[in-house]
T-cell receptor, first 118, second 118 residues
Framework: AQTVTQSQPEMSVQEAETVTLSCTYD???????LFWYKQPPSRQMILVIR??????QNATENRFSVNFQKAAKSFSLKISDSQLGDAAMYFC???????????????FGTGTRLKVLA | DTGVSQDPRHKITKRGQNVTFRCDPI?????LYWYRQTLGQGPEFLTY????????KSRLLSDRFSAERPKGSFSTLEIQRTEQGDSAMYLC????????????????FGQGTRLTVV
């Protein structure tokens, strides 16, 4: 079974600085998707960034980028020029990409709480 | 596009009562997911549908929980004989079968229904 591990329960970053959130996963599949979701306090979860496993190029979305290391099964999120609005819980998630796996459920890690210091 | 809608947003019930939650997915999305989230934890998979077919249920889901998605549109999650341990946020998400290039693989979440069992 696939698992997702986030080993940093909490991280802090100064406003305008850069922070990296870690995520590792375990799978025997070669076709899958990885996601970072953001959940602000008392608000709904929204997608930050997505990575397709078959793509070697790391995904970027404005100030957000990932470091996808397929062999190491590592998927970290880098937030540049951190802003107060980035403060939230961040969840790493995995989803199989192959119908042969028999499931399209999303598997989440336990999350990292990011604090942004003014 | 109004997003994923969940109703009610909050529910307080006495132990032993039955409760039902509703989820309206994004209209063209054919997959619908239910997750449970407790404070400070990541979303825990409960079940998912493709159109009206319930394709997978978590082994953690007791027989007090049942979900339906008649006609492949909205979905309901019912909890019978509620227990204090059922207190949590219940999240609904929807997604669309991916097209070419991996588009549409992310799940879009609703704001959740917070259940408190007293």
């Amino acid at each position: 079974a696939q698992t997702v591990t986030q080993s940093q329960p909490e991280m802090s970053v100064q406003e305008a600085e850069t922070v990296t959130l870690s995520c590792t996963y375990d799978t025997s599949e070669s076709d899958y998707y990885l996601f970072w979701y953001k959940q602000p306090p008392s608000r709904q979860m929204i997608l930050v960034i997505r990575q397709e496993a078959y793509k070697q190029q790391n995904a970027t979305e404005n100030r957000f980028s990932v470091n996808f290391q397929k062999a190491a099964k590592s998927f970290s999120l880098k937030i540049s020029d951190s802003q107060l609005g980035d403060a939230a819980m961040y969840f790493c998630a995995y989803r199989s990409g192959s119908w042969t796996s028999g499931t399209y459920k999303y598997i989440f890690g336990t999350g990292t709480r990011l604090k942004v210091l003014a | 596009d109004t997003g994923v809608s969940q109703d009610p947003r909050h529910k307080i019930t006495k132990r032993g009562q039955n409760v039902t939650f509703r989820c309206d997915p994004i209209s063209e999305h054919n997959r619908l997911y239910w997750y449970r989230q407790t404070l400070g934890q990541g979303p825990e998979f409960l079940t998912y549908f493709q159109n009206e077919a319930q394709l997978e249920k978590s082994r953690l889901l007791s027989d007090r929980f049942s979900a339906e998605r008649p006609k492949g549109s909205f979905s309901t999650l019912e909890i019978q004989r509620t227990e204090q341990g059922d207190s949590a946020m219940y999240l609904c998400a929807s997604s669309l079968d991916e097209g070419t290039g991996g588009r549409g693989t992310e799940a879009f979440f609703g704001q959740g229904t917070r259940l408190t069992v007293v």
